[in-house]
């Protein structure tokens, strides 16, 4: 598959997927939650323990990412704040409709932009919480986010999409189509317009391995673990480990379908998800994609992991360029976890990052 078709399926599946995504979170969530999810016009809030919310766009508003809602007796914390502003003001109006106490605390599970552009519309008081090296990408330290390759991947092609769907609209005569080509439009020119307004903004909070918040809940304590596991997604990804609710909400070091991979150290990354396997949960809560039970899902994206690692690294010996190696790379032997990879191909993103840090350990510039 080209670089454009990925950039394409991620880009397009977003707005379609995100109402499925979270039928499937609530219908697994519910299965033993307190209560039934709350859901507001641009959110659903699943209960996966009391007052422990796994927050997902209904689809109205482009969010492109999961959040979490931890509510306590006096204030909330939430980890992730979405794609843009205008979807980061969306969470903070939706959350309302769920508890009127103050946001004291926001979590950055990393710095990509559908995780931590939201953060600049956060109250001056509340305190954002990252890893240093979410920090140092979004304060600049290490350049500008919004001029990187990821950024950029996801986002210059937005206008073309927008001018597709009207010229569908405008030929079309289903009036089912009419309003839903409609309804994406409006979506995702407000996504647009806003992701214009961005400014990065940094976590005034750092963890570097592990930090305990206390959270004052009705009849004790509630104990909230960040965790920095080591290099994945990201070079500073943080999961929130809860221990005695059995739960982690992971961002993208873990999730359900395969990660993207951009900005990845693939080469750390297997055994930073042996480190979460060593912590205590029963749930995962993902930054996209359906609540995950147990934790074989992380020994499958392991396995994938390995494997991509080592036929890229036989691929670019042979002489192939990253684009090469993206289109003739077979992974079709783990299409039973994953079934996009019933052809062969990969992100050449993915493909390039890998290609990168080969180089790196060759010594090379």
């Not at 769920?98 to 995780?115: A, C, E, I, Q």
Request: proline content about 6%; charged content about 20%; glycine content about 8%.
């Amino acid at each position: 598959m080209t670089t454009r078709n990925w950039i394409k399926a991620s880009l397009f599946g977003t707005s379609a997927a995100v109402s499925l995504l979270a039928l499937i979170s609530i219908s697994t969530a519910q299965d033993g939650s307190p209560t039934g999810a709350i859901t507001t016009r641009t959110h659903t809030f699943t209960p996966i323990r009391d007052d422990i919310y796994h927050v997902v766009g209904t689809g109205t508003v482009n969010v492109m990412s999961h959040a979490m809602l931890i509510e306590g007796e006096h204030d909330l914390l939430v980890v992730d704040s979405h794609v843009t502003p205008n979807a980061g003001m969306a969470l903070l109006d939706a959350i309302k409709s769920v508890s009127d106490k103050p946001v004291r605390y926001l979590v950055n599970t990393h710095y990509h932009f559908d995780h931590a552009h939201g953060n600049q519309v956060f109250p001056q008081e509340v305190e954002i919480i990252g890893h240093p090296y979410t920090r140092q990408k979004l304060s600049g330290e290490l350049g500008n986010v919004l001029e990187e390759s990821t950024f950029l991947s996801f986002t210059e092609s937005v206008p073309d999409q927008i001018e597709n769907m009207r010229a569908e609209l405008a030929q079309t005569s289903d009036p089912a189509r009419t309003e839903e080509l409609r309804a994406r439009i409006s979506m995702q020119q407000a996504h647009y317009e806003s992701s214009q307004e961005i400014v990065p903004t940094p976590p005034n909070i750092t963890v570097d391995d592990k930090m305990t918040i206390y959270q004052t809940v009705d009849g004790g304590g509630r104990e909230i673990q960040i965790v920095h596991l080591g290099r994945g997604h990201t070079g500073g990804d943080v999961v929130v480990f809860l221990p005695d609710e059995r739960l982690v909400y992971t961002g993208d070091l873990m999730v359900p379908g395969i990660p993207y991979m951009g900005d990845a150290y693939l080469n750390e990354w297997p055994d930073a998800l042996e480190r979460l396997k060593a912590l205590d949960f029963d749930t995962i809560l993902p930054g996209h994609g359906p609540v995950v039970q147990g934790k074989d899902r992380i020994d499958d994206l392991q396995a994938y992991m390995r494997d991509l690692w080592q036929r890229t690294a036989e691929l670019k010996a042979q002489g192939l360029s990253f684009e090469e190696a993206a289109t003739a790379i077979d992974l079709t032997g783990h299409s039973n976890n994953y079934p996009q990879l019933r052809e062969p191909g990969a992100d050449p993103r993915a493909i390039r990052r890998i290609y990168q840090l080969l180089d790196e350990q060759d010594g090379q510039p």
